[in-house]
């Protein structure tokens, strides 16, 4: 039998003073908060394992930014970095084991790939006041996040990972 799916919606207030981005957004990921552009789509996702969570491409169709989500696999990201000039995943779990489990690994501009671990307390703070329907608001200074909904703040930080090359 399967399992029904559960969908969570967010309103979230993005301040984004790092890159001066300021906009009200309908929002499903974080991810898709912090890495906020004109062109940022949700990709079909899991149905479709070639392609990342988000991504963004040019008039022409052709992958300009590839946003994963999790721990992909150093496969993963050698193609990832094949097809698409910036790649960015965002760790939502320990990124000392990812970091690890990647080490040595052969991947196509691993240097290059923007390797950001999201603070786990923030992350479960979140996670405990999840909710069918809630609004929030998220502002990013200096690498910090400070989530706030209603009238509590939680805060951590976002800090860049650098992959080991061979």
Known sequence: MALTATIYNFDIDLAD???????????RVLAYALEYTEGLAFTTGLSTPDEPA????????????WI????????????????????????HRDPTQFMARLAGERIHRAADIEIWAVDRTLL????ARLDR?????????EGELFV???AETLSGRVSRQILETP
Do not use: C, N, Q
């Open 148 to 150: 706030s909904i209603g």
């Open 17 to 27: 003073h790092d890159r001066g981005v300021y906009e009200s957004l309908a929002l």
């Open 124 to 127: 479960a703070g979140l996670a």
């Open 68 to 91: 994963d989500v999790g721990t992909p696999d150093a496969d993963r990201l050698h193609r990832a970095a094949k097809a698409a000039p910036r790649v960015v995943v965002y760790v």
């Open 133 to 141: 329907r809630m609004t929030f608001a998220l502002s990013v200074a």
């Open 54 to 65: 988000l991504w963004v491409k040019d008039l022409t169709g052709r992958v300009r930014t």
